[in-house]
T-cell receptor
């Protein structure tokens, strides 16, 4: 089936550790995105990529990093510099006319 | 800069009532797309509708209808005869046609009571 796969669904991180969230799509979309969702704040854009080997910061990129080495993959690393990483993270890919979302990763710092 | 405002944080209705979710947007782009997404408890966002800024015609799809008014920068969503399965968070979003970057509102939690 075509779609976006995020893994893992739940992730626990100790303070001071980096952690990487996976996002894979088989929709052949050029554009991919990472959003962060906090209660009552909607979705905020972290990073986006319009094409392989290129990406841009979104509204809240500090403490995060990404790579886009393959069209299908857009992993997000939450670094120790991110002071409040506990949140729900959503990955999306887009044709420009519609965005398709993964099922999300819930990250908790313990 | 773009901004999407959903002033209604939470709405509760009883099944079979009609409910309207409000969305107001700001953009400097002359052409843009407006979207509505549904987020059920599972977390995945489900696409409901896309509207081009050139097209102000209202749209109806089953129990769902959308009212786009460019003069007031609003794109409201009405559910007619609501059902319990409509309970979810609903997001309005905006994207310029020249670049693929969605800006979301803060969402409206809709609860439909049996």
């Amino acid at each position: 089936d075509g779609g976006i796969t995020q893994s893992p669904k739940y992730l626990f991180r100790k303070e001071g550790q980096n952690v990487t969230l996976s996002c894979e799509q088989n929709l052949n979309h050029d554009a991919m995105y990472w959003y962060r969702q906090d209660p009552g704040q909607g979705l905020r854009l972290i990073y986006y990529s319009q094409i392989v080997n290129d990406f841009q910061k979104g509204d809240i990129a500090e403490g995060y990093s990404v790579s886009r080495e393959k069209k299908e993959s857009f992993p997000l690393t939450v670094t120790s510099a991110q002071k409040n990483p506990t949140a729900f993270y959503l990955c999306a890919s887009s044709t420009g006319l519609e965005a398709f979302f993964g099922q999300g990763t819930r990250l908790t710092v313990v | 800069a773009q901004k999407v405002t959903q002033a209604q944080t939470e709405i509760s209705v009883v099944e079979k009532e009609d409910v309207t979710l409000d969305c107001v947007y700001e953009t400097r782009d002359t052409t843009y797309y407006l979207f509505w997404y549904k987020q059920p408890p599972s977390g995945e966002l489900v696409f409901l509708i896309r509207r081009n800024s050139f097209d102000e015609q209202n749209e109806i799809s089953g129990r769902y209808s959308w009212n786009f008014q460019k003069s007031t920068s609003s794109f409201n969503f009405t559910i007619t005869a609501s059902q319990v399965v409509d309970s979810a968070v609903y997001f309005c979003a905006l994207s310029p046609t020249t670049r693929r970057q969605l800006t979301f509102g803060s969402g409206t939690q809709l609860t439909v009571l049996p």
